[in-house]
Protein backbone atom coordinates (compact mmCIF):
# COMPACT_ATOMS: atom_id res chain seq x y z
CA UNK A 1 0.00 0.00 0.00
CA UNK A 2 3.14 2.28 1.22
CA UNK A 3 4.40 1.98 -2.48
CA UNK A 4 1.10 3.37 -4.34
CA UNK A 5 0.85 6.28 -2.43
CA UNK A 6 4.40 7.23 -3.12
CA UNK A 7 3.96 6.85 -6.59
CA UNK A 8 1.16 8.71 -6.42
CA UNK A 9 2.72 11.51 -4.56
CA UNK A 10 5.65 11.27 -7.27
CA UNK A 11 3.01 11.57 -10.02
CA UNK A 12 1.09 14.68 -8.57
CA UNK A 13 3.83 16.78 -7.57
CA UNK A 14 4.53 18.02 -11.00
CA UNK A 15 0.99 18.16 -11.94
CA UNK A 16 0.26 20.42 -8.86
CA UNK A 17 3.45 22.16 -9.03
CA UNK A 18 2.04 23.42 -12.80
CA UNK A 19 -1.83 24.26 -11.42
CA UNK A 20 -0.26 26.77 -8.85
CA UNK A 21 1.91 27.88 -11.27
CA UNK A 22 -0.89 28.83 -13.65
CA UNK A 23 -2.80 29.83 -10.69
CA UNK A 24 -0.26 32.59 -9.91
CA UNK A 25 0.44 34.03 -13.18
CA UNK A 26 -3.29 34.15 -13.59
CA UNK A 27 -3.99 36.10 -10.21
CA UNK A 28 -0.69 38.24 -10.93
CA UNK A 29 -2.39 38.86 -14.75
CA UNK A 30 -5.61 39.69 -13.77
CA UNK A 31 -4.47 42.42 -10.61
CA UNK A 32 -2.45 43.83 -13.23
CA UNK A 33 -5.44 44.25 -15.59
CA UNK A 34 -7.49 45.39 -12.72
CA UNK A 35 -5.01 47.61 -11.68
CA UNK A 36 -4.50 49.25 -15.67
CA UNK A 37 -8.29 49.26 -16.23
CA UNK A 38 -8.74 51.10 -12.67
CA UNK A 39 -6.37 53.42 -13.93
CA UNK A 40 -7.09 54.29 -17.26
CA UNK A 41 -11.45 55.11 -16.27
CA UNK A 42 -10.30 57.93 -14.28
CA UNK A 43 -8.23 59.69 -16.32
CA UNK A 44 -11.05 58.84 -19.29
CA UNK A 45 -13.47 60.81 -16.46
CA UNK A 46 -10.55 62.95 -15.99
CA UNK A 47 -10.42 64.50 -19.68
CA UNK A 48 -14.15 63.85 -20.38
CA UNK A 49 -14.68 66.64 -17.51
CA UNK A 50 -12.65 69.25 -19.54
CA UNK A 51 -15.45 69.03 -22.03
CA UNK A 52 -18.70 71.26 -22.12
CA UNK A 53 -21.72 70.04 -20.67
CA UNK A 54 -23.28 70.50 -23.85
CA UNK A 55 -20.65 68.04 -25.54
CA UNK A 56 -21.21 65.25 -22.63
CA UNK A 57 -24.62 65.41 -23.11
CA UNK A 58 -24.60 64.89 -26.69
CA UNK A 59 -22.36 62.44 -26.29
CA UNK A 60 -24.61 60.57 -23.95
CA UNK A 61 -27.15 60.67 -26.58
CA UNK A 62 -24.90 59.35 -29.07
CA UNK A 63 -24.05 56.40 -26.92
CA UNK A 64 -20.78 57.27 -25.85
CA UNK A 65 -20.54 55.77 -22.13
CA UNK A 66 -21.93 52.32 -23.72
CA UNK A 67 -19.91 52.28 -26.17
CA UNK A 68 -16.87 53.31 -23.31
CA UNK A 69 -18.11 50.30 -21.51
CA UNK A 70 -18.32 47.81 -24.12
CA UNK A 71 -14.64 48.56 -25.37
CA UNK A 72 -13.27 48.49 -21.45
CA UNK A 73 -14.75 45.29 -20.94
CA UNK A 74 -13.64 43.72 -24.36
CA UNK A 75 -10.27 44.98 -23.38
CA UNK A 76 -10.71 43.12 -19.98
CA UNK A 77 -12.19 40.20 -21.94
CA UNK A 78 -8.97 39.51 -24.34
CA UNK A 79 -6.75 39.65 -21.35
CA UNK A 80 -7.64 37.32 -19.77
CA UNK A 81 -9.23 34.79 -22.23
CA UNK A 82 -4.96 35.42 -23.27
CA UNK A 83 -4.26 35.07 -19.52
CA UNK A 84 -6.03 31.44 -20.14
CA UNK A 85 -4.59 30.70 -22.83
CA UNK A 86 -1.31 30.73 -21.53
CA UNK A 87 -2.45 28.75 -18.29
CA UNK A 88 -2.96 26.14 -20.73
CA UNK A 89 -0.17 26.02 -21.85
CA UNK A 90 1.67 25.84 -18.70
CA UNK A 91 -0.02 23.11 -17.78
CA UNK A 92 0.45 21.15 -20.46
CA UNK A 93 -2.87 20.36 -21.83
CA UNK A 94 -4.05 20.83 -25.25
CA UNK A 95 -1.93 22.16 -28.34
Do not use: D
Amino acid sequence: MGGWLGALVTLAKPVLARVLLALGMSVVTITGVEMSIGAVKPMIVAYIAGAPSAAIQLAGKFGCWTALGLILGAITFALAYWTLTQSVKVLGVGS
